[in-house]
């Protein structure tokens, strides 16, 4: 299996709201990373996870609260997010200083 | 600061032209540096790295130190190229994560 997988695809949630985005991979890679894409941008670092341990957060509001329960799967917690929060998700994953692989995103919107 | 440019937002050639698409960085030390690329409604995916030195879909970049440039070529542009491509180089130090372009959109035209 050479793929990140990431559920759900489409997310709608209100400002009230409590959700969670998955991402999942099978690659062995032992780091995991979280991305912010807005339509026509580069990707934003949010977070990195590297042998499970959180190494990089790139000073993302507390609303997103990451998850790395084990080496495959990362999980990132949505509460009380913004409209401004609506974007692409992306999720990668690779062995240490090498190229990174990405799954199809979860694209969010915020009521 | 590490800092990379793609100063071209947008790119249209016509079907079967030459295309290079600029990169330039500032970098102190061994930059390692990757272009990736994003067809419509699919992953982000790999396209180059620079030490592999391959040639993929007919792409190629050269890794030119003294002018610090990493431009993507190909001499026959086809429209299955159409798609945002981004460089970026990996950072230094112990966390490398990727320096993001913010990237140039080809157009390829039939």
């Known amino acids: 299996d050479t793929e990140v997988t990431q559920t759900p695809k489409h997310l709608v949630m209100g400002m009230t709201n409590k959700k969670s985005l998955k991402c999942e991979q099978h690659m062995g890679h032992r780091a995991m990373y979280w991305y912010k894409q807005k339509a026509k941008k580069p990707p934003e670092l949010m977070f990195v996870y590297s042998y499970e341990k959180l190494s990089i957060n790139e000073s993302v509001p507390s609303r997103f609260s990451p998850e790395c329960p084990n080496s495959s799967l990362l999980n990132l917690h949505l509460h009380a997010l913004q409209p401004e929060d609506s974007a692409l998700y992306l999720c990668?994953?690779?062995?240490?200083?090498?190229?990174?692989?990405f799954g199809d995103g979860t694209r969010l919107s915020i009521l | 600061a590490q800092r990379v440019t793609q100063p071209e937002k947008l790119l249209s050639v016509f079907k079967g032209a030459p295309v290079e698409l600029k990169c330039n960085y500032s970098y102190s030390g061994s930059p390692e540096l990757f272009w990736y690329v994003q067809y419509s409604r699919q992953r982000l995916q790999l396209l180059l790295r620079?030490?592999?030195?391959?040639s993929i879909k007919g792409f190629t970049a050269d890794l030119n130190k003294g002018e610090t440039s990493f431009h993507l070529k190909k001499p026959f542009a086809q429209e299955e190229d159409s798609a945002m491509y981004y460089c970026a180089p990996l950072g230094a130090g112990n966390n490398r994560k990727l320096i993001w372009g913010l990237g140039t959109s080809l157009a390829v035209n039939p």
């Open positions: 990668a994953s690779s062995q240490p200083f090498q190229p990174q692989h």
């Open positions: 620079h030490i592999s030195r391959e």
